[in-house]
């Protein structure tokens, strides 16, 4: 019964440095997505994906690639992190795009020094 | 990119007492719904409303869609420590695959 799952659950990174935040979900969902959470800013969109294959900007995608080869995968790469990344990242998948009814991980918390 | 308004942005009750939160829009709701998330953890969908004037229950919670879609309510009755959390407002544009939250009520309810 794992839902969505989202690795490593907390991160420190040094300015410039790439890492890649894992998220899997086992719920055959479609449309997965990755949003960022900061205080008094509130849930901003990363990236999303419809399907395999296929993915698409949001609100806030400067700095980070996503790709999606399996239904089941869609990782999130900072390239070469900034302070201004640090943040709590959800990734969130559902089974219905466009209905508006996601499942959430539990977040992955970046800290860039 | 709709611009969804939650009021109020805090709220400190005591256990026994009821609120309401508010989540409004200058633009007309596709649908609308409401997430609550406890400190640690993702969102949870907590109901979707559609049609204009729409009221749903879940348990001691009550949502409210407005008769116009512009805005929604969420009233909890009796309030209990287990309801503290961020309610959240969510919109998905029309074909957009790109759902909208607001910035959130925190509630905080004292044993």
Redesign the interface.
Known sequence: NAGVTQTPKFQVLKTGQSMTLQCAQDMNHEYMSWYRQDPGMGLRLIHYSVGAGITDQGEVPNGYNVSRSTTEDFPLRLLSAAPSQTSVYFCASSPLPGTGELFFGEGSRLTVL | ?QLLEQSPQFLSIQEGENLTVYCNSSSVFS???WYRQEP??????LV?VVTGGEVKKLKRLTFQFGDARKDSSLHITAAQPGDTGLY?C???G??S????????TKLSVIP
Request: a negative charge; glycine letters at 20%; zero cysteines.
């Open positions: 990119t649908s609308l719904q640690g953890e993702g969102p949870v969908l979707t959240l969510a919109e998905e029309a074909g695959y790109q759902l909208t939250f607001g910035k959130g």
